[in-house]
């Protein structure tokens, strides 16, 4: 593949975030955008928190074709564009934005990334029993999009942030016609709602790098007639992921997520199908690098 040339007609894509060095989208791009032969690129941004509305007044300035967007952007930047598709909405956060000549419009593709991630393991959520751990802003994205699957949904999440897994599944019941009910994350409420989960999804920080040796779940608490879904995806695998295996549990990462929910960004901005396993390919090599 020949290096690529910067002209006048190069369409530019990136993402805005704070921290933003840990990004694994502009490998994930560029290579899709270089193996499909598109006159695009993808860069990282690193926008502080007072400078987001500059920012995006900068990207529609520079005509930026689109962005992603992460911590701590995805509630704030909502009220600086032009449109929000309906399920961002309802959720509460975008993570992408589609820049069409001049019209700026966010949607959420963690929300389809999660969802895509399941049903390219053959595993459909509708009518199962999911519980998801967490209440912060992927666990929103996670639930939503779970509920308008039609599941049975608990949310359990420590003790301090209860009243956010409240909020989520209160505006849940106003959107949806589904069972969801919002608990304390506790080794009682975990042991009681395991025995009766189809999918677990861990949607908190525990467990990330650098707490690697760290897992929200016990192993004793794992099956093997259950799916276990860790949206983290660094390390690779991680612990919860290692265990869920040992007890024959099937088990999805989080790089399947991040991997899907940037091929649906760029699905929006080009119009085409990225090489998803491409670009998982590249976000993997990447991550390997970084852990060594
Ligand atoms: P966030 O908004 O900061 O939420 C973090 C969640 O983890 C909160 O519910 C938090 O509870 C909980 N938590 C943190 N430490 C905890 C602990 N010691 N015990 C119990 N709960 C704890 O972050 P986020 O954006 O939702 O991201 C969460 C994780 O998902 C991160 O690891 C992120 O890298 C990953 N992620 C992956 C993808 C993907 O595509 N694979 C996409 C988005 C995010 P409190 O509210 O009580 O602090």
Redesign the pocket.
């Known amino acids: 593949m020949k290096d690529k040339v910067i002209s006048g007609k190069t369409k530019i894509c990136g993402i805005i975030g704070d921290p933003i060095e840990h990004t694994m989208s502009p490998v994930m791009h560029n290579t899709a955008f270089k193996t499909l032969g598109l006159d695009y690129v993808y860069l990282p941004f690193k926008v502080k928190n007072e400078e987001l509305k500059q920012a995006i007044a900068g990207a529609r300035a520079l005509n930026i074709r689109g962005l992603n967007v992460?911590?701590p952007h995805?509630v704030a930047v909502m009220q600086l564009l032009d449109k929000i598709d309906p399920l961002a909405e309802k959720i509460g956060a975008a993570n992408t934005i589609v820049n069409d000549e001049g019209i700026l419009t966010g949607y959420n593709t963690?929300a389809y990334?999660?969802i895509q991630a399941l049903l390219e393991k053959d595993i459909n959520p509708i009518g199962k029993k999911i519980l998801v751990?967490?209440?912060?802003?992927?666990?929103?994205?996670i639930c939503f999009i779970l509920a308008e699957q039609g599941v049975s949904l608990v949310i359990l999440?420590?003790k301090?942030?209860l009243e956010?897994?409240q909020d989520i599944a209160n505006r849940i019941k106003q959107n949806y016609t589904i069972n969801v009910r919002a608990d304390e994350?506790n080794k009682k409420n975990l042991e009681q709602v395991l025995a009766n989960t189809d999918i677990l999804v861990n949607?908190?920080?525990?467990g990330?790098s650098p707490n690697s040796h760290?897992t929200?779940v016990d192993a004793e608490f794992l099956c093997s007639n259950m799916v276990v879904f860790d949206?983290?995806?660094?390390p690779f695998p991680t612990r919860l992921l290692q265990e869920a295996k040992t007890a024959g549990a099937r088990t999805i990462d989080?790089?399947?997520?991040?991997v899907c929910?940037g091929a649906l960004s760029f699905e929006k901005w080009t119009g085409q199908k990225p090489p998803v396993d491409l670009m998982r390919q590249s976000a993997m090599r990447l991550l390997q690098k970084n852990e060594k």
């Not at 949607?203 to 525990?206: E, K, M, R």
């Not at 949206?231 to 660094?234: D, Q, S, V």
Request: hydrophobic content about 50%.
């Open positions: 992460t911590i995805k963690d990334g999660f751990l967490g209440a912060g802003g992927a666990a929103k994205a999440n420590r301090l942030e956010w897994a994350l949607a908190t920080s525990v990330m760290e929200p949206i983290i995806y660094n989080g790089l399947e997520m991040l929910q």
